[in-house]
């Protein structure tokens, strides 16, 4: 077999030069202290991956919204999930920025992330929004945990980077909160 084969979707580019191998850190162009950036990277891998997943989730749910609300509440998705998109690649470029490498393929990912993908069914649009919410208080979580390793580290543009962000999560959670106050959404499980 050529290369090495991770299953079936992740394999080594045959003839490829490796430029850093996965789960290493090294010298960054802003000078950050290895070890310390080491920390952060797998900090914001948790968050970029958790984040990557949520992207996913809101998307499908964008997708499959039905009833009365349909159209604001896509119309919300939509934006929410493009705004997790973005959020996601933040992390990710922060990540390249310490020297280390981002989460990429679907196991790294899935490994990394706290927040979990649902089954590919199709749910109520309430319950789709319940599972959201929950999956954007995980990832709210994460994304506080790192704040005081930033702080402790020193890392200022981590630090920075997930405060900005984590306003802009609270702000979906709450808008879906308030969806989910609506007696006009679809109910049932």
């Not at 604001?72 to 992390?91: G, M």
């Not at 490994?111 to 309430?126: F, G, I, M, T």
């Not at 319950?127 to 890392?155: F, I």
């Not at 200022?156 to 306003?167: A, V």
Request: negative net charge.
């Amino acid at each position: 077999m050529p290369g090495n084969q991770q299953g079936r979707l992740v394999h080594d580019l045959e003839g490829a030069t490796v430029r850093q191998e996965w789960g290493t850190v090294r010298e960054n162009p802003i000078r950050f202290d290895a070890e310390e950036a080491a920390r952060m990277v797998e900090e914001l891998n948790a968050v970029h991956a958790g984040a990557f997943n949520l992207f996913y989730l809101v998307r499908k749910h964008y997708w499959t919204a039905e009833g009365a609300e349909q159209g604001d509440v896509a119309a919300f998705l939509e934006d929410a999930y493009q705004r997790l998109r973005e959020i996601s690649d933040a992390f990710a470029q922060r990540i390249v920025e310490l020297g280390g490498v981002p989460a990429s393929t679907p196991p790294q990912l899935q490994k990394y992330s706290p927040v979990h993908l649902e089954a590919e069914n199709l749910y109520s649009l309430r319950a789709s929004l319940e599972g959201d919410l929950e999956a954007y208080a995980t990832l709210v979580a994460c994304l506080r945990d790192a704040v005081p390793v930033a702080k402790e580290t020193g890392d200022e543009g981590s630090r920075e980077l997930l405060e900005d962000r984590l306003k802009e999560l609270e702000a979906d959670a709450d808008t879906i909160d308030d969806y989910l106050d609506s007696d006009t959404l679809v109910g049932g499980r």
